[in-house]
């Protein structure tokens, strides 16, 4: 049994794929390309997957992570797999939207994802008329508050600490971008979308996407 960790887009019609439903287009396109996966024990084994954090409906994932166990024991021991065939097998039979950009064999006990993962970076397309001055002044000012309330799921809770950090500058398209650092803990979970409510500013016509992730391992990608 091997364990890699892959780094892969969601990107066009499949952003509108449920964190659950991914999953199995992870396990179909797997079928698809003749890679077998290892399954759990017991009664009612089921394929070993270990995803990062849930995306958003409508987000692009630029940077998206999940671990998968291959089980090599049936297949011939003189041939040779590397991670580059595994991802070009991947690829090859992937639907539009899902790519690999990186595959790494890891230990097999590494701690999953979603315990060593502390931050992930956004970035925010703010089609509306903002200059990327303008947007520095709200981010300003809403850092010289002493505390952001939010309300999420009918509990508040300060978003300040949760924003690590940011940068702002144009696009070429003459749009405004900004790029924001969050946190993404279990018992801290950024949005940025949430920062944009509280900056005050329209949702109309702004794209989010998640870049990419930040580990607490060696082992970051």
């Given at each position: 049994?091997?364990?890699?960790?892959?780094?892969?887009?969601k990107?066009?019609p499949?952003?509108?794929?449920?964190h659950?439903?991914?999953?199995?287009?992870?396990?179909?396109?797997?079928l698809?390309?003749?890679?077998?996966?290892a399954?759990?024990?017991?009664?009612h084994?089921?394929?070993?997957?270990?995803p990062?954090?849930p995306?958003?409906?409508?987000?692009?994932?630029?940077?998206?992570?999940?671990d998968?166990?291959f089980?090599f024991?049936?297949?011939?021991?003189?041939l040779?797999?590397?991670?580059k065939?595994?991802?070009?097998?991947?690829?090859?039979?992937?639907p539009?939207?899902?790519?690999v950009?990186?595959?790494?064999?890891?230990?097999l006990y590494?701690?999953?994802?979603?315990?060593?993962?502390?931050?992930?970076?956004?970035?925010?397309n703010?089609?509306?008329?903002?200059?990327?001055?303008?947007?520095?002044k709200?981010?300003?000012?809403?850092?010289?508050?002493?505390?952001?309330?939010?309300s999420?799921r009918?509990?508040?809770?300060?978003?300040?600490?949760?924003?690590?950090n940011?940068s702002?500058?144009?696009?070429?398209?003459?749009?405004?971008?900004?790029?924001?650092?969050?946190a993404a803990?279990?018992?801290?979970?950024?949005?940025?979308d949430?920062?944009?409510e509280?900056?005050?500013?329209?949702?109309?016509?702004?794209?989010?996407?998640?870049l990419?992730?930040?580990?607490e391992?060696?082992?970051?990608?």
């Open positions: 049994m091997n364990r890699y960790r892959i780094t892969y887009q990107t066009g499949l952003r509108y794929i449920s659950l439903d991914l999953q199995k287009i992870w396990i179909r396109t797997l698809r390309a003749k890679i077998p996966l399954y759990t024990q017991g009664f084994p089921v394929p070993k997957i270990s990062g954090w995306l958003a409906l409508g987000w692009n994932g630029l940077g998206e992570i999940i998968l166990w089980d024991e049936n297949l011939n021991p003189l040779e797999i590397t991670e065939d595994l991802s070009d097998r991947i690829n090859q039979n992937a539009q939207g899902l790519h950009e990186n595959l790494q064999l890891i230990p590494s701690p999953a994802l979603t315990t060593i993962t502390h931050s992930a970076v956004y970035g925010i703010f089609s509306t008329k903002i200059s990327p001055d303008e947007l520095q709200k981010m300003n000012v809403l850092h010289a508050a002493p505390s952001i309330v939010r999420r009918n509990k508040t809770y300060d978003l300040k600490p949760l924003i690590e940011f702002i500058f144009p696009d070429p398209d003459q749009n405004t971008i900004m790029e924001v650092q969050m803990r279990d018992s801290a979970m950024g949005r940025p949430e920062l944009v509280a900056l005050g500013i329209p949702m109309d016509q702004i794209r989010f996407s998640r990419y992730f930040l580990l391992s060696s082992l970051n990608i």
